[in-house]
Each structure stands twice: as C-alpha cells, then as structure tokens.
C-alpha cells in the first residue's frame, strides 16, 4: 500500500493507508464486512486475508474451541491460517445445525410439532460445542426459516445462552 497521488484528491486514497492501519480498521469489522471491503481494491484483500484479522473473527465466534486450542498449545496451522480455520469451522458448524433443522423439518407435521421432538431439537442444540448467538442468529434465526426453527433459535439464545430479552417501550 504505497503512497500514491491521487489527481482527485491531494489527501490521498484509501489504498494510500499503511498497511497496519488498514489491518487494524478490518479487525473492527464484522465477517460479511470483511468479505465486502476485501473485494474493494488489491490493497484491502492484503488487509482483509491478514491471520490477524480472521484470528479475532474466529475468537469471537468460537470462544470456547479457540481457548481449548490455545490450552492445547494449537493454532492455526501457518499453512492453514485462521481464514481457513474460521470457514472449516464454519462449515462443520452449518452441517450440524443443519441436521437440527432437517429434524425439526421432518419431524413437523401441519405447521405442528410435537413437544418431544422440539425439546429433542433443543437437546441436539445444547450438546454442540460451542454454538453461539452468532451461529444462532446466522443458522436459526433467519426470515427463510419457519417460525418453529425461529422460535428454536430464540429459546435456544435465552435458555442456553442466556440472552435478556428486552422491552423498549
């Protein structure tokens, strides 16, 4: 990210940036807007592919597994990095909440679903490792569910995960 004059603007350009700045500007972002600003310029893709920034994106979604890996003394692998943990992770995360929802959608009949199979569902949830209110929101709580995944999804957040629910008034 060398400097270059810029003939529309003698501040410079975004690309102008050092590269530790940008760096620490996409560490502050969320995933999809990391993805999206790393499709702006060359210089950004540098930023946003940086270990740095895919280590904190991974640590805030999977806190549990990233402290046992770290307990453990393992890491991103330097051939692997954190880009390529965070979306192997990510996948094994979308498969088993996957099943969740195939059961909750096999096991549904006229827009009902039995107690047994609801609560069965919210077992399936509380056993995996480490599903957050992230994966929650991503893989549950979505307008392209039904209304019973949803309904999962929010009493998972409050009963497991603890999230207040609150009232504006």
Known sequence: ?????????PEGRWDDLPDDIAI?????LQEADVCAL?????????A???NFVWEGLFRRRWPVTAAAM????AGASRAQGWKALYI???GRTSVAISRVVEFVE?????????????????SDLALMKDIGFVNVQFFLLSRNRSAIINL????YSIAYLHILVSYDS
């Open 1 to 9: 990210m060398g400097l270059s004059p810029s003939p529309s603007s």
């Open 24 to 28: 620490a500007i996409a560490s502050r």
């Open 38 to 46: 790393g499709g702006c310029s060359r210089s950004w893709r540098r």
């Open 48 to 50: 946003c592919d940086a």
């Open 70 to 73: 770290a307990a453990g003394g």
């Open 88 to 90: 192997n992770n990510h």
């Open 106 to 122: 096999s096991s549904t009949h006229n827009g009902s679903l039995e107690a047994e199979c609801y609560l069965k569902a919210m």
């Open 152 to 155: 999962i999804g929010l009493h």
